[in-house]
């Protein structure tokens, strides 16, 4: 079984349309496939459309982003009720503070010398959520930065000049919206937050209390003492294990289906909720 929780498409950050990504997921022989847009589930319906005439299972998702101690964190909800009326609300709000965020980094970024940045920020979005990602993209596009990366470390990172506090639903406000809609919660990429292991074993510790199912361990790249260590802290904290390669567009050292697959020892998120039920949930 070939199984891929976390990735985008043009509703979001990616760069392939919900009917390209299924597609793409199809001719890596997936099984199942959860779309998790930032902030939007507005890729899905497509999404299953286009799935229904090919032969993959798509998976409702979405990746939330959440405040915990004025860090940015993303929780992936799962296998919920699409049109759960209190999440779908939860989103349109969240979709509003991205848009009010990205015209307060154009303005600060032009107190730092920057042209105006929203404008064709907001037409690189198109009709998807506006993300940090596209106002890099602008940035790039100018030449003022050459590498993607480049730019978060420049201007848009924590502490940055473009960098806006965090002003998003508390984390464990969205593990209850998920759980409202019927679906599981996942602590996205728990590494890439770049906090201490004491904070991260807070996070994790928090993020159990608010009786959030499961860590992403299963991801690209990462080291085994690392995979390790994550899994300790699952099984520490009775959540289950999800995986994802958080594909955003093709490149060679990120696919869809591909990640380091889940230890012996840790419970698989699908198997809290059945895989087949999944498919008619919306
Ligand atoms: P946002 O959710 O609008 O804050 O944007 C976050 C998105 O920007 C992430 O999902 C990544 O796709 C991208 N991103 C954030 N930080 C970095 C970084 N340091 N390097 C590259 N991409 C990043
Ligand atoms: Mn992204
Ligand atoms: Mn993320
Ligand atoms: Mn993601």
Known sequence: MRIDLHCHTTISDGELTPDELVIRAENHQLDYLAITDHD??????????????????????????????????????????LTDPRLQQALVIQRQKRDTRAQEISRRLTKKGLEPVYDRAHELARNG????????QVILERGIVDRFDKVFQKFLGRGKPGYVSNQWMLMEQAVQLIHQAGGVAVLAHPLQYQLSNKWLRRLVGEFADARGDALEIGVPQIKPD???????????????????????RPARWRELGRYQPLPENVTPIWEKFSLEMSCFVD
């Open 129 to 136: 959520c506006i993300t940090r990602a596209h106002i890099a």
């Open 226 to 248: 690392h995979q390790r260590w994550l899994s300790s802290l699952a099984i520490e904290h009775c959540l289950a294990g999800s995986v994802g390669s958080d594909f955003h």
């Open 40 to 81: 939007s589930t507005d890729a899905l319906v497509q999404a299953k459309a286009k799935a229904k005439v090919n032969r993959l299972f798509v998976i409702n998702g979405v990746e939330i982003s959440t405040n915990w101690e004025g860090f940015d964190i993303h929780i992936v909800g799962l296998n919920f009720q």
